[in-house]
């Protein structure tokens, strides 16, 4: 009777995909030519290389790809180890219906961060050699390490929604019965990892533009992992809402809220710190490329969310709180870009902008994020129930054998359907 839950289930899927290309949409027409174009480049970058697909070179060898796939990509899938810690290490219950969007979006941010930084690497096949061949003293080590770490972490932390799915109670007791020392370890790893892509630019001191040059970069990138986490948190549960028809956590995302806006607070007084300790007034003030970057970065990214933040009436409306994480979210990838690519330029005497192949194949992987988000929260209980039973449009249908499956193919697109067998006595 299970294996054939499970085939049911299969087909389930089967009809699912099968009725996405059949009810065509603007976002799935944008999805399909993103992916398209994605997978284009793809073949190019790796049947030619990373000179015939990228505007990289020996001079600047690190760009769109290390820059947003995978230094923003880590910081934005914070929001996993920050909710885990508040609900299982902190007890803050009110923020379990947040819990399993957390941990999937952090999953699949981990999952694509490791198979961008593929299109990167000169010898993508070497990937596994920081297994095997250890550099205790390299920062790039010990980031790569906690990577994989951390990635295995989720994994085991989102696997009981699989193993519910499926009905493998053995395994998801094994897992639900460790899963507070794999929080503690995640947030270990996490808070290692998210600091030591800081220490990656202290070796760079005459190199980097001195707007973003500190000694203080492996906090800066914690702290503004910690803040953009609980803003990717809101961002997702905003989107979620309006696609699957539930309703918003509003009064759990407005304690969040008071999170993101604690950080900034800490963030902007080591930066007004920097600006002290490195006379940073004759740059802060010179309008250049680099200055308006900055200021834009500190203004429209940390103070101006940071203030809204502290309103209550913004952290008691949706709009608010949307409007202030897409800032946090706007800031924190300014940054990043900044430190990785802009702060450099200037020395190298380079002005690095990528080709249409590389932002082809970052957009496919951001894609690839959304939809496979998508078919994971359409196929398996990363919302809790009593959302999923008040959805728009959800059915739950009863079927007695494997052949009543085939009545599912004509029911509308907008119907989300839940099948369950019915047992005999």
Request: some cysteine; glycine content about 6%.
């Amino acid at each position: 009777m299970a294996a054939m839950e499970n085939k049911m289930n299969m087909r389930n899927i089967y009809f699912q995909v099968k009725n996405w290309f059949r009810h065509m949409t603007f976002w799935k027409s944008i999805f399909l030519i993103l992916m398209i174009a994605g997978l284009y480049s793809t073949v190019v970058r790796f049947a030619f290389g990373l000179g015939a697909a990228t505007n990289l070179s020996d001079k600047f060898p690190w760009g769109l790809w290390i820059g947003f796939d995978v230094l923003c990509g880590v910081g934005l899938a914070a929001g996993g180890f920050v909710v885990a810690a508040s609900v299982y290490v902190f007890h803050l219950d009110a923020y379990k219906a947040l819990i399993r969007p957390a941990v999937l979006t952090a999953f699949l941010g981990y999952v694509l961060v490791v198979f961008a930084l593929l299109f990167d690497l000169g010898r993508p096949w070497n990937i596994w050699h920081p297994l095997v061949m250890w550099n205790p003293h390299s920062v790039m080590f010990e980031v790569a390490w906690c990577v994989m770490l951390y990635t295995t972490v989720l994994a085991l932390e989102f696997s009981p929604i699989v193993f519910e799915r499926f009905e493998l109670e053995k395994a998801e007791k094994m897992v639900h019965s460790v899963i507070v020392p794999l929080v503690i370890l995640g947030v270990m790893l996490s808070t290692l990892h998210q600091s030591s892509l800081g220490s990656l630019y202290l070796i760079t001191p005459e190199k980097t533009y001195p707007l973003w040059y500190s000694g203080n970069l492996p906090f800066l990138f914690f702290l503004t992992a910690v803040a953009v986490g609980p803003a990717m948190v809101t961002i997702e549960s905003f989107l979620s809402s309006r696609a699957f028809h539930r309703e918003i956590e509003l009064s759990i995302l407005s304690r969040l809220g008071k999170v993101s806006a604690v950080a900034l607070a800490v963030y902007l007084v080591l930066k007004i710190e920097d600006m002290i300790n490195y006379n940073l007034a004759p740059y802060l003030f010179t309008f250049n490329l680099e200055g308006i970057l900055y200021w834009t970065e500190i203004v429209a990214g940390v103070v101006l969310p940071m203030v809204l933040l502290i309103i209550p009436q913004v952290r008691a409306s949706k709009r608010g709180l949307f409007c202030s994480a897409i800032l946090i979210v706007t800031g924190f990838v300014l940054n990043r870009m900044d430190v990785s690519i802009t702060a450099l330029e200037r020395h190298y005497a380079v002005n690095y902008f990528p080709s249409w192949m590389e932002i082809s194949i970052t957009m496919m992987i951001v894609a690839a994020g959304f939809g496979v988000f998508a078919l994971a929260a359409k196929n398996l209980a990363v919302f809790p129930k009593e959302e999923r039973a008040h959805a728009e449009n959800y059915e739950v249908v009863i079927v007695d054998s494997e052949s009543s499956l085939e009545a599912l193919k004509h029911l509308p697109e907008t119907v989300q359907v839940e099948t369950r067998v019915r047992t005999k006595d």
